[in-house]
């Protein structure tokens, strides 16, 4: 047992957040099996929508023209605009570096075809392996639609799975856009009328079974507007109250709402015309409080809600919080709503999941992520010393793998 003093704390907080590995519970990667869909490579993360907002905001292009480049094309240009005629200095540029450093390549070497080249020195297994180890992570979750009709062929042809990636099933379609959504379903083979009476009702459920079946998901998932409220008189509130609640009790596999998108905000940005505003937290209070026997897990997006998010996690615990999602995935945010939460929540919450939707990204945004979350811990740690608490380093041990993981796996298992 290694006690820990004021002299061996910083160390040994860093070397124990380090080496944990992460279960990445929201990403948007998927395994080779998904052949097209799986994104690695410096075009994939050059070409990232986060940066394509960056590099249009900055040169004067029509947005068409830029989304006609080829990907290595509008690679070139997000590294011109971005890494040459400016310092990299945003969050996802510096991400960039981070990856490239960490995969042993010079980042002022500035031949791209040096960087491009170097993941085709793998096989695509290699190079999963090769991220998985670099960003020591032991499993990531997928974004698993099967409205889409890419991924839905792959599950139809009963797609290898992958033991390191597990599936959620993601319902935006289904909660946003219904109308669209009835005629998949339809096509899909389920029996879907316009008005939600009792057969409909009874036919999204069977077809929310299946298809956490036929994907294995651990949980369910959605992201929503700001103004998301219930209860309310909406085909949305049904479909979650008379169909996926129920479902989500009987299997156990919570419902994940992430919260606070307005969906393109300028539609010509495509991917990257996002946006956020402020959402209202007494509809996760009435859904917490009312359906006390299912689980669900909420992120936010607004920094606003993050204080009050947290408190309501305080009230129920029926809602796991996670995460710092997209515009709040950034070093100052991420230190803020991680002491907060640490502050109000003890360490019942997991801190951070990555996004990624290319595989490369695992690395910076992970090594990015464990910075932070060490400085908040070592500060706590440090006040604990202070008292005259006996620490030990196997229990800071324990503390971190809650937070990197075994707090969902527990939220899981739970028995409400
Ligand atoms: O972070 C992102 O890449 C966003 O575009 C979204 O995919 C978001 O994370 C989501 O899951 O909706
Ligand atoms: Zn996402």
Redesign the pocket.
Known sequence: MLIIDKNNLTASVEEIVNSVKVFDI?T?LYPESFKDLFLYGFDELVT???LIAEALRVKEIPYTDFFALSKKEKADFIYDTLFVERTPISESCIGVLTTLNELGLDINCRELDVFREHSKNYSRKEYIDLIFEKANIKKVVM?NDPFDDDEYNFWKNNVELDEHFNSSL?L?YLLNDFRSARYLLIKMGYNVTTSLIGLTKNEIKRFLVDWIKKTKSIYM?V?LPPDFTLPENSTRSILIEDCILEVSYEMNVPFAM?IG?KRQTNPELS?AG?SLGKANIETIEYLCKKYNRNKFMVTMLSRENQHELTVLARKYRNLFIFGC??FL?NPTLIKEITTIRIELLGLSFMPQHS?A?VLDQLIYKWKHSRRIIADVLIEKYGKLLNLGWVLTYEKIQEDVERLFGKNFDDFLLMEL
């Open positions: 929201h948007h990232y929508h986060y974004t993601r935006d998932a992201s992430m998108v991917i996002d999602w997209w995935n996004d939707r």
